[in-house]
């Protein structure tokens, strides 16, 4: 089966003993047969199975683990669902070390505890088991004597895709261990002992130069019947190319007590920085590399081979979909991830590559924890339980976007499941599932072809971990940077016009202007694009744009949160207004529609309070879904009044007014909405980014665990302020 690369092999599961619990120690396979292995393409991507599973697994870079605690939630769109206090653990190093012990009485990365979170030290030690995989594979391939004459062929093969695969998975993980830690040892044999920290620059520069190898023996999507986007290809490594050198020539926090010489280059030579400011009692500074051009120079190169010939991925421009209920594009690529288990043949147009989920097999984060929230049980609910980790500020739903741009009602969910089979709306208050704001969107099991009800968290839906418009931005990114405006502009309107349904130069021209340059629209652009995806604390790091949007956030929050109070509602400059209550009925939206579960709110119809806001509702017939997965329908309580019409959302009404005295004769319901911002206003404003410091390096990084510090005999020290015991 394509779609799920990994049945288990004997080979795999003895390459398996390459990754023992602690990376300091890793141990080598030598009863692997080198020969056998990698005899045939067979056996060759039988040794890859282990590491992809425990990539998709344990790696906890893009599901669970450090992504779900402290990437997703954690920037000034993305905010945590539950209370500071209830979840300190996820809030305080997503805020930068404000309050450490959750009652507000210390702060900062000294005051906080090594042992306090093992996400730090599973992240590591998973990730670090993952690379003595990758290790074996690629160390076993270049000792072979046929190595150089496959890599000087220039042509893939089976066998050299293989090799491609683990450069990649071993380059995407120190990519993601660098953003996470920083520094860490660069481990190249299973069995050595890591006995020292190493310089992050060295390590981005050796895995560049690993990429530059393995890249042109590997196939791109479609062109290898066996190859499919859950395995690495070509147009990913030369993305993930874009991505490592974006973050290298980026802006970060850097050390300052490993000695004056620590940050050298590949080529030894020690490396100069611009620096934008510096902290003596957390010993450390922020800038970036003095030479920051080579590194976007080199990625130019490699996205536009990415972009001029990707396989078979293609920016989705167009909605394939009959009626006028759709002709929405950004939506369409995330069905296509919703529906993308049923078949092995049917993967995201879009997707570059994903990380694949078994359908009816745990545990898929998404929706559970990426996606709209539902109320419903553990099992037989409609649909299950989704807890939504990953939740908006109501700034960015309200304010940031512009009300026509398609990306919105597809990014930001208003309403989630009750898990009866109706729709209920989200609140403000802290907690979960339907509780905790503003909710992800793009996944929902609701719109899945055949939902899984028998047990929450086993929905099968992909994780798209790099999408064709993520490159096309980069190197949109890359072009206005090196000062190629007219080539940026090219490449950033083929993005920003299928979110608006067309040519909007006017828009696009009024955006750029009022973020001040082509380069900074094309930043904030990602912020749309890529909501509740994990980009947006990592774009803002990297840009040094991160101060600027710390600042923004409370100055606009103070205002919301201050109109809301004195007055009701708050008015934002696109003529939205958020209120302190909104009107709400459940309504039977199949007999007027034909349908329960909305698409695209066909155009002049955005006064209709169910179809408007767009994407929601309920899926269509959860009996029949009941039915054929053979699952007990004794939560299936809804009826035929299943969907929400709401009023009041974008428009103040005056709750002693004759307009709400007239809903609520017609049985709408007032409904608490901006006042629980009010009530919550500092887990809204003050104590998001509680531990930022104007003029200060922000410390994003995590800390190296406690265990391992202690099991490694003095070789490693934690750095930015944190204690090691």
Known sequence: MKKILYSIMGVALLLGTAACSDFLDQTSPSQVDREFVFSDPTSAQAAMTNAYLKW??????????????????????????????????????SNFYGYTDGTFSSS?????????NGSFESTWTNVFSIIALTNTIINNYEQAENYEEMINSQKPTELSQ??????????????????????????????????HLTCRDSIAEYILEDLKKAIPVMYRPGENSSIDKTHFNRTYAEGLVGRICLWEGGYQTWRTDLGDDFYKGLDGNVIS?????????????????SDWKKFYNLAETYLAAAISNPGDVILQTNDPRSGNRYGNPFQYVFQQMMAGWSSEENFTNESVYEIPETHANGNSERPYAFGRPSDGGSSAYYPCKSYGQSRFHPLYYYDAFDPTDLRRDVTVAVTGSKGNGSEAMLNFT??????????????????????????QRQSGINNAYMRFSDIILMQAE???ALGKDAEARNLYDQV????????????????IAKCGSLLDAIIEERKFEFGGEGSR?????????????????????????????DNGYYTFENGNQISCYIWTKLVDAKTTYGYRLTTQCPEGKENDPVLYPSWRGQNDDWAAVASKNDTKTSSLTAGNNTNLAIKGLFNYIDPNGAEAKALEADGYTKTKWGIDIVSNADQYNSLIYNGFKSGEPPIYLLMIGGNTIKNSNGAFHNGYGFRDQ
């Not at 293989?162 to 120190?174: D, M």
């Not at 802290?430 to 047990?455: C, F, I, Q, V, Y």
Request: net charge positive; with cysteine; glycine share 10%.
């Open 162 to 195: 293989v090799y491609g695969e683990a450069v990649c998975l071993r380059s995407t993980c120190y990519y993601e261990l660098m953003r996470h830690f920083g520094d860490v040892p660069l481990q190249l044999v299973s069995g050595e002992v890591a006995t």
């Open 430 to 455: 802290k907690g979960s599932r339907l509780s905790g704001g503003l909710a992800l969107n793009k996944w929902d099991e609701n719109r899945m072809t055949n939902p899984w009800t028998a047990k």
């Open 537 to 565: 604390k990592f774009d803002l790091i990297r840009t040094n744009k991160l101060e600027k949007a710390v600042a923004e956030l409370h100055t606009k929050a103070t205002a919301m949160i201050k109109g809301l109070s």
């Open 273 to 289: 920085f611009e620096k934008v400011n510096s902290s003596s009692s957390r010993k450390c500074f922020y800038g970036r590399r």
């Open 56 to 93: 998709r697994a344990d790696g906890g870079v893009h599901g669970n683990g450090s992504f779900y605690n402290f990437i997703v939630s954690s920037s000034d769109i993305e905010c945590q669902p539950e209370s500071y206090a209830g979840q300190s653990g996820r809030w305080v190093p």
């Open 108 to 116: 900062g990365t000294e005051n906080y505890d090594p042992f306090v």
């Open 496 to 511: 920003r016009n299928r979110a608006f349904g067309g040519a909007s130069k006017a828009k696009t021209d009024a955006f």
């Open 478 to 480: 890359i072009k206005a």
